[in-house]
C-alpha cells in the first residue's frame, strides 16, 4: 500500500537555526497537510496546500513557518528560526483529490529544539 | 468553528474484553466525517475506521465499530476482543465535507490492553 514518507524521523536543533522536513505524500494525492503534536497533547493543524499554494492555515502557522513543494514529489515545511516550543512531532498528511477520501499519515518527524 | 472532546483521557481493558471509547463533536455542518485514528508508542497516525455523517448505517471495520448518534453529535468507538497490541492513544477527529478539509481532533485517550 501507497504511503506518505516523511525525513528524518528525528531532528535535533539549536534554538535560532532554521530547519526543514521533508515529506513525500502518496503520488496521486494532491492535497496535503501539516500537522503538529506537542508531547502529550493533541495533533494540531497547520498548514494545508493544494494547487501549489496554501489552502487554510491556522494561528500556530506564524510567519517563522513556510511551505513549499519544490518538485512533483516533495512537500516541505520550514521553520525559519526555531524556539523551543517549537519542539513536537510534526506530522505530514495527503489526500487524494476524488470525493471525501480520509487523510493518510506519514510516520512523523521527531522535532527536538535545544 | 468544529470541536472534538474526549472526556476519558485514559481507559483500561482485560484482553479479549471489550472497550467502549466516547466522542463528543459540535458541530453546525449537516454533512462531515468522523474518523478514529490510533497513534501507538511509535507515534504512527494510524486511521481505525471512518464514518459519513450523511450514512445512518454504523461502520464496521472487524473488531472496531462506532455507534454513531448525529442527533446527540456523538460517536463512540467499540473495541470487540481486545488485544495487546491495541494498546495506544485514539483519537477522534472530524473533518467537513468540502473544501480543503482538515482534520480537527480530540485530545485523545490512552487505552491500556493488559493480560
Known amino acids: 500500500e501507497p504511503e506518505v514518507t516523511q525525513t528524518p524521523s528525528h531532528q535535533v536543533t539549536q534554538m535560532g537555526q532554521e530547519v526543514i522536513l521533508r515529506c513525500v505524500p502518496i503520488?496521486?494525492?494532491?492535497?496535503f497537510y501539516w500537522y503538529r503534536q506537542i508531547l502529550g497533547q493533541k495533533v494540531e493543524f497547520l498548514v494545508s496546500f493544494y494547487n501549489n499554494e496554501i489552502s487554510e492555515k491556522s494561528e500556530i502557522f506564524d510567519d517563522q513557518f513556510s511551505v513549499e513543494r519544490p518538485d512533483g514529489s516533495n512537500f516541505t515545511l520550514k521553520i525559519r528560526s526555531t524556539k523551543l516550543e517549537d519542539s513536537a512531532m510534526y506530522f505530514c498528511?495527503?489526500?487524494?483529490?476524488?470525493?471525501?477520501?480520509?487523510?493518510?499519515f506519514g510516520d512523523g518527524t521527531r522535532l527536538s529544539i535545544l | 468553528a468544529q470541536t472534538v472532546t474526549q472526556s476519558q483521557p485514559e481507559m483500561s481493558v482485560q484482553e479479549a474484553e471489550t472497550v467502549t471509547l466516547s466522542c463528543t463533536y459540535d458541530t453546525s455542518e449537516n454533512n462531515y466525517y468522523l474518523f478514529w485514528y490510533k497513534q501507538p508508542p511509535s507515534r504512527q497516525m494510524i486511521l481505525v475506521i471512518r464514518?459519513?455523517?450523511?450514512?445512518?448505517q454504523n461502520a464496521t471495520e472487524n473488531r472496531f465499530s462506532v455507534n454513531f448518534q448525529k442527533a446527540a453529535k456523538s460517536f463512540s468507538l467499540k473495541i470487540s476482543d481486545s488485544q495487546l497490541g491495541d494498546t495506544a492513544m485514539y483519537f477522534c477527529a472530524f473533518m467537513t465535507e468540502g473544501g480543503f478539509q482538515k482534520l480537527v481532533f480530540g485530545t485523545g485517550t490512552r487505552l491500556l490492553v493488559s493480560p
Open positions: 498528511a495527503s489526500r487524494d483529490i476524488l470525493g471525501n477520501q480520509p487523510q493518510h
Open positions: 503520488s496521486n494525492h494532491l492535497y
Open positions: 464514518q459519513e455523517a450523511y450514512k445512518q
